[in-house]
């Protein structure tokens, strides 16, 4: 007799298309049928239990089944759905703003519905203010190595991955790159500050040349995630910010992903003591209930737009744009961010699963083991084409969710995480690990990705 769990996987498989994801690869790599949620942990139809250690997708801030959160939008369902945001305003949209301006310091928002609408609407807003201030040649833009910004054409534009963009590179805008900041790549006996001040004097003198060509610089602050959770010091963000003054440059902070106190800051901009000209922000803005993305920008970027002449206006739009329900769940995740102290009670959450990941990092496989804030990442040197998705596999099999980028392992968990789940994914990793560092792959195909 088939499972619960087998029945799900294969109607999903005969007609739901995965995302990110060769589908002919799960005719041997089962679809994991998720039915329910709770704290930490999913639960399959089988009534097996995994820890949700990538927040799925990095989205979600206080574990499944919030109470707080989900009265909110319970509360908000009872009032007011949705409704049309050209032209027409609601409570829950105006709070979030305000609140949102408060903690940047921009004082106005633009909505969308996900992280990579967000970085086009950056992407736009940043090429049409120039254009609207007489210097419509700077058109293009700057991203870091291994960048990631999403996968929306102008977005993949921007990102730096290859097995996403080099596909539809035809379809892409010619933009710039410059070394990544990645603390991974300093010199024997080089410090992270002073590579990072390397990686900046790439980026100096590019900007020297180009800067009239160029709109702005797009960066994720502290952590490159899809990178492979690539950290890096914050002088790099202090240069930036100095280069982009000097040539009249937009800083865009993409903190879709290390936004809401990821990094240990409620913004990751924040701890290099900067401001940029647009912050984008998604994944966590909601806990992971609804989609819902934001571009924060200055009062002179606004301003710029301001005018009689309706093309001088920011004319973009998303249906859902400012949705009230998704609002109110961002106003309830700011509230339990205000409530419950959340930053300080993370600083000792770090503490915690950093002493318990101890032995982990002491491991002989394990190279470049880092940590920031909520987020926890090393390389393994294995000799497997096949490591992310044995790792994958077997950590599942141990009841954890756990998604390795290439051979980087990395917890990004909830900010509920308890010791006794420490322990369970320390422990799960020490095992995964003697299995499999170390041991050849059987067949040796090319590097194989997850899906
Ligand atoms: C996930 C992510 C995006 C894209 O967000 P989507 O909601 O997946 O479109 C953009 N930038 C960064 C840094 C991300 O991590």
Redesign the pocket.
């Known amino acids: 007799m088939t499972s619960h769990n087998d029945q799900w996987l294969a109607r999903s498989r005969a007609a739901v298309w995965h995302p990110c994801t060769q589908m002919k690869r799960h005719e041997t790599l089962p679809i994991v049928p998720i039915a329910r949620a709770d704290g930490i942990w999913l639960e399959d139809f089988d009534g097996k239990r995994y820890i949700d250690a990538v927040s799925s997708?990095?989205v979600n801030l206080f574990g499944h089944n919030h109470p707080r959160i989900k009265q909110a939008i319970k509360d908000q369902l009872d009032t007011l759905e949705h409704v049309i945001l050209a032209g027409f305003t609601q409570q829950p949209v105006v709070e979030l703003s305000e609140k949102l301006a408060a903690a940047s310091g921009l004082g106005h928002a633009f909505y969308g519905s996900?992280?990579?609408?967000?970085?086009e609407i950056a992407l736009k807003m940043s090429f049409h203010y120039w254009r609207n201030h007489g210097q419509g040649s700077k058109q293009r833009f700057v991203s870091l190595e291994n960048s990631?910004?999403?996968?929306?054409a102008g977005?993949l534009a921007v990102t730096d991955v290859p097995l996403f963009s080099q596909t539809y590179a035809p379809l892409l805008q010619q933009n710039f790159r410059v070394p990544s900041p990645d603390a991974r790549l300093a010199a024997d006996g080089e410090s992270a500050e002073s590579y990072a001040l390397r990686a900046a004097d790439a980026l100096a003198a590019l900007l020297a040349a180009k800067h009239d060509q160029i709109a702005a610089l797009i960066i994720?602050p502290l952590v490159?995630?899809?990178a492979g959770m690539a950290m890096y010091h914050p002088v790099y963000l202090q240069r930036a910010r100095a280069l982009c003054d000097r040539y009249q440059i937009h800083l865009i902070a993409?903190?879709?992903?290390?936004g809401f106190g990821r990094t240990g800051s409620l913004f990751a901009y924040q701890q290099a003591g900067i401001t940029p000209d647009f912050l984008?922000l998604?994944?966590g803005i909601t806990g992971g209930y609804l989609?819902l993305?934001c571009v924060l920008t200055t009062d002179s970027v606004y301003q710029a737009f301001y005018d009689d002449d309706v093309t001088r206006g920011f004319l973009h739009s998303h249906s859902y744009t400012g949705n009230a329900l998704a609002c109110r769940a961002a106003l309830e995740v700011l509230a339990i961010f205000d409530d419950e102290n959340v930053l300080a009670r993370n600083r000792a959450t770090a503490e915690c699963f950093s002493r318990i990941l101890a032995p982990v990092a002491a491991h002989p496989a394990v190279r470049h083991f880092r940590h920031q804030g909520m987020i926890w990442a090393f390389d393994v040197d294995s000799p497997r084409s096949d490591f992310a998705v044995a790792f994958f596999q077997a950590m599942l099999a141990r009841g954890c969710l756990v998604r390795p980028i290439g051979k980087t392992v990395y917890f990004m968990p909830p900010y509920i995480i308890e010791e006794a789940q420490m322990l369970q994914l320390q422990q799960a990793t020490l095992a995964v690990l003697a299995q499999l560092a170390g041991h050849a792959a059987a067949e040796n195909g090319p590097e194989t990705a997850l899906p």
């Open positions: 997708w990095w996900d992280g990579a609408s967000a970085t990631y910004h999403g996968e929306t977005a994720e490159q995630g899809a993409d903190e879709i992903a290390v984008c998604s994944k989609p993305s």
